[in-house]
Nanobody, 120 residues
């Protein structure tokens, strides 16, 4: 019903930057909240940042001041700009959207993830 495709992950040196993108497509009526989460093996998935349809944002303490989440509602796209990357930012980053389909079915949808590795 709703598909998410993330891009922008890769290998980055400590102190570097990257920009993740996530495009939602499918039978979408409206997308409300969008967000980014991350997970390492053996650990729980954790929130990185979320953004409402109106643009209100929320960040994990671990990324505050280093991350900026934004969205383009016309393109059903959410972005995550991360600066001053640290090795502990290494994880698989997942995009999540709260969407309602044209059949008025509301649910959370997840992407397959994109790996970010911060290492010298």
């Amino acid at each position: 019903q709703v598909q998410l495709v993330e891009s922008g992950g890769g290998l980055v040196q400590p102190g570097g930057s990257l920009r993740l993108s996530c495009v939602a497509s499918g039978d979408i009526f409206i997308i409300n909240d969008m967000g980014w989460y991350r997970q390492n093996p053996g650990k729980q998935r954790e929130l990185v940042a979320t953004i409402t349809r109106g643009g209100s944002t929320n960040y994990a303490d671990s990324v505050k001041g280093r991350a900026t989440i934004s969205r383009d509602n016309a393109k059903n796209t959410v972005y995550l700009q991360m600066n001053s990357l640290k090795p502990e930012d290494t994880a698989v980053y997942y995009c999540m959207v709260k969407a309602t389909t044209r059949q008025m079915y509301a649910s959370d949808y997840w992407g397959k993830g994109t790996l970010v590795t911060v290492s010298s």
